[in-house]
């Protein structure tokens, strides 16, 4: 099996910046790419920023794009997500998500961490 462990989060001031990352480990485990994902109270996740491995290639959302970074380390299975220019509406729980090459990349994004929260004050 696969685990996921985030951190990184905490309390910032709106304008300022904070780097978040996220190591995915297992014995078998071939990533395929890894992402973000947020969730603020009474709102539905929802996708922040990917990265593939083979490739590198990135894909952002629009509310983040120019913003947000995110980039990995092939060795260790660790991504990254930087965040400037953090707005109050960026407050949220960050969840990291793995898809796993071979067959488990039919699974999408099947392995989950527990969340880092970041908090951006006015």
């Not at 660790?78 to 898809?99: I, K, S, W």
């Not at 071979?102 to 908090?119: D, L």
């Amino acid at each position: 099996q696969v685990q996921v462990v985030e951190s990184g989060g905490g309390l910032v001031q709106a304008g300022g910046s904070q780097r978040l990352s996220c190591t995915a480990s297992g014995r078998t485990l071939q990533v395929y790419a890894m992402a973000w994902f947020r969730q603020a109270p009474g709102k539905e996740r929802e996708f922040v920023a990917s990265i593939r491995w083979p490739g590198g290639s990135t894909v952002y959302a629009d509310s983040v794009k120019g913003r947000f970074t995110i980039s990995r380390s092939r060795a260790g299975n660790t991504v990254h997500l930087q965040l400037n220019g953090l707005r109050p509406e960026d407050t949220a729980t960050y969840y990291c998500g793995v898809q796993r090459s071979g067959w488990g990349s039919s699974e999408g994004y099947k392995f989950w961490g527990q969340g880092t929260q970041v908090t951006v004050s006015s």
